[in-house]
């Protein structure tokens, strides 16, 4: 395998965050319809970095895993919205190396708290995040209103 490149997402890596994206399970609202981020919203993310940052691990100019990250600058907050590492790239340390390019990028924005919601039965993420110095909260419900 040649060398993996950690960057922070551009405009032209969008068609492919957006490929993968899409193939995410964890954005499927039921057996019909699913709603990753849309490219409007992804381009956002790029051109405004006070709001958070795209991560990118990068295989022969090919993307082998992200990370989305917002940040709430007022409450010194931000929350990791999506780590993926595609499957045949797993377990090779890309998505430590990734944790560790947005870890630096927070703390350079001033940020005091780093979150992330997991699945409840997802071990492995919970596990790795748990490792990465994460504590595990039992005391919040995600309540969710869609508005349309």
Same mark, same amino acid.
């Given at each position: 395998?040649?060398?993996?490149?950690?960057?922070?997402?551009? #405009?032209?890596?969008?068609?492919?965050?957006?490929?993968?994206?899409?193939?995410?399970?964890?954005?499927?609202?039921?057996?019909?319809?699913?709603?990753?981020?849309?490219?409007?919203?992804? !381009?956002?993310?790029?051109?405004?970095?006070?709001?958070?940052?795209?991560?990118?691990?990068? #295989?022969?100019?090919?993307?082998?895993?992200?990370? #989305?990250?917002?940040? =709430?600058?007022?409450?010194?907050?931000?929350?990791?919205?999506?780590?993926?590492?595609?499957?045949?790239?797993?377990?090779?340390?890309?998505?430590?190396?990734?944790?560790?390019?947005?870890?630096?990028?927070? !703390?350079? !924005?001033?940020?005091?708290?780093?979150?992330?919601?997991?699945?409840?039965?997802?071990?492995?993420? #919970?596990?790795?995040?748990?490792? =990465?110095?994460?504590?595990?909260?039992?005391?919040?419900? =995600?309540?969710?209103?869609?508005?349309?």
């Amino acid at each position: 395998m040649n060398d993996v490149i950690y960057r922070i997402a551009e #405009i032209s890596d969008i068609d492919q965050i957006l490929k993968i994206g899409n193939l995410l399970s964890d954005f499927e609202l039921s057996d019909n319809e699913h709603s990753f981020w849309s490219e409007e919203t992804l !381009k956002n993310c790029i051109n405004d970095p006070s709001s958070g940052i795209i991560a990118c691990a990068m #295989i022969d100019d090919k993307l082998a895993g992200f990370a #989305i990250v917002q940040y =709430n600058i007022v409450f010194s907050t931000a929350t990791i919205d999506q780590l993926f590492i595609l499957p045949k790239y797993r377990n090779l340390g890309i998505g430590k190396k990734l944790y560790h390019l947005i870890l630096n990028n927070v !703390k350079s !924005k001033k940020i005091t708290e780093l979150s992330m919601n997991v699945e409840f039965g997802n071990k492995s993420v #919970i596990d790795f995040f748990e490792y =990465n110095g994460f504590d595990k909260t039992m005391n919040t419900v =995600n309540l969710n209103l869609k508005i349309e």
